[in-house]
């Protein structure tokens, strides 16, 4: 399995270069680079091209919201993960819609960091779990939910069933052995299912379902 390369964007150095240090202690990740604001960010995102980008949100010249949709337009498969000390609403939601793949509180450990990096390569969701009750309740709300399209128009059946385990938080592992396929089928399918939705990971793609009807709050966990 090749290297997870990944870039940072925070804008305070001390933070940057503990997380740089816990990272590089890492096997199997690998620090491309250090962006101290956002500008620096979407610009060394699209010359290196990194498989995963800890991003903060109050950075100079860009915040990590412009910054996030500037490099999802850019490059739609590099995974986001969102390192921040703030879970106001208009954060979270603001760079959920702007196509970040997780979204985590800066008081996690080394080791939650590690496995969300992980996550993300791989296409699994990952959030705080502050910040995944506050999109349930916002999904609870009424008229949030609008089944306006069935997933049948843009989903084969299968991948619709994906959808809704992947909703409820299963691994590919999980996924192959419940389907009886390989880890590597399931990885496919994932892959075009992102495709033809237009997002670039799990935690877009469930929020997308969310949105259209497709999936409801109790296929979730």
Known sequence: MSDISILLAEDHLITRQGIRRLLEDEKGLVVLGEASDGEEAVQMATELKPDVILMDIAMPKL????????????????????????????????????????????????????????????????????????VMNYFRLPGKVRGLESPSEYLSKRETDILKLAAKGMTNKDIADKLRVSNRTIEGHLRTIFNKLGVGSRTEAVLHGLRKGWLTLEELP
């Open 63 to 134: 915040n990590g919201i412009e910054a996030t949709r500037q490099i999802k337009l850019i490059n739609p498969h590099t995974g986001v993960l969102m390192l921040s000390a703030y879970d106001d609403d208009e954060y979270v939601f603001g760079l959920l819609k702007a196509g970040a793949a997780g979204y985590l509180l800066k008081n996690v450990s080394g080791d939650e960091l590690v496995r969300a990096i992980r996550a993300i390569y791989k296409g699994e969701p990952v959030l705080d779990p502050t910040i995944a009750r506050k």
